[in-house]
């Protein structure tokens, strides 16, 4: 292994050390046999998502990536809907294997009728109103582990913290705690169709004695074609509460190449504890090569 190799791999382990202290919180005999509720299931669309999940590959061209989100809810058959803009930026760091990515919902707008209050135990008397918020920052760390060869896969591993910026606890639409999560993808690829497989731990704090912790999986199939690219995921975590903390969901993506711009529409709908259908409109700009 390279010395640059090395560095690379200690700070990975560095990084994943320093988010969990920092998203960890201290047990103060915390009633592990009561339920928190704090989970996918009784929140918005964006307080607890589904991750997606990537190809095994870091990306070694700087990318700006600007969409708008629909998300229909269907918890209840009450009317539940959300809107917002979401963001998301790519930096390539020092080397080749390693990448700074940074996403969040810059602004969403949400409306929800009592059926959907009384589901999520919503306590605000106005939370039937119309409301918007700005939502949690994601801070990735992308190291490419290992690049692919003939006769093995890349392996690339994300170190993720989440931030505590969304403080719309009352409305039910984010909760205002810390979270990290850390996963490893392998993929392979057969010309331009790849196939991806990752797994990994996800934690979020749920009050002020305890936090949630969630084994991660997920497999991909993508295709990156001179001017379309296609992907289907299958994944999701599994907490430990067994609360509406074992979201699962699918998605498809398909995008259309025009020199520097990739315009793409993508679909997500929660067959698990993520009771949400997305549909997203999006553009992804490149440059640098």
């Avoid at 409305?171 to 993808?185: E, H, K, N, V, W």
């Avoid at 690219?229 to 999701?236: F, H, I, T, V």
């Avoid at 259908?277 to 640098?288: A, E, I, S």
Wanted: proline fraction near 6%.
């Amino acid at each position: 292994m390279r010395v640059e190799e090395r560095i690379l791999v200690l700070l990975a382990a560095v990084t994943l050390s320093v988010t969990a202290a920092r998203a960890g919180v201290p047990v103060i005999s915390p009633d592990l046999s009561t339920p928190t509720l704090v989970a996918p299931r009784w929140f918005g669309p964006n307080a607890f998502p589904v991750p997606a999940m990537s190809d095994g590959l870091v990306g070694t061209q700087p990318e700006a990536e600007l969409a708008g989100d629909y998300f229909s809810g269907h918890l209840t058959g009450g009317r539940d809907r959300t809107w917002d803009a979401f963001l998301r930026l790519h930096l390539p760091l020092w080397s080749e294997r390693a990448a700074l990515t940074v996403w969040f919902p810059a602004v969403e707008y949400w409306s929800y009728d009592e059926s959907v209050r009384e589901a999520r135990h919503i306590l605000s008397p106005a939370s039937g109103d119309p409301g918007h918020d700005s939502g949690d920052v994601y801070v990735s760390l992308d190291i490419q582990l290992l690049t692919e060869t003939s006769r093995r896969p890349a392996l690339l591993l994300r170190s993720v913290l989440k931030t505590a910026s969304g403080n719309s606890f009352g409305y039910a639409r984010y909760y205002d705690c810390p979270g990290y999560f850390f996963d490893l993808t392998a993929g392979k690829g057969f010309g331009p169709v790849r196939f991806a497989a990752t797994t990994g731990f996800l934690c979020w704090q749920t009050d002020n004695g305890r936090q949630n912790d969630a084994v991660m999986y997920g497999l991909g199939a993508f295709y990156n074609g001179r001017t379309l690219s296609l992907s289907a995921q299958w994944g999701g975590y599994v907490g430990w509460e067994r609360s509406g903390d074992a979201p699962m969901s699918v998605r498809g993506r398909a995008g259309f190449k025009f020199g520097r711009f990739e315009p793409y529409l993508s679909v997500q709908h929660g067959l698990r504890d993520w009771p949400f259908t997305q549909f997203r409109l999006g553009c992804v700009y490149r440059w640098g090569l």
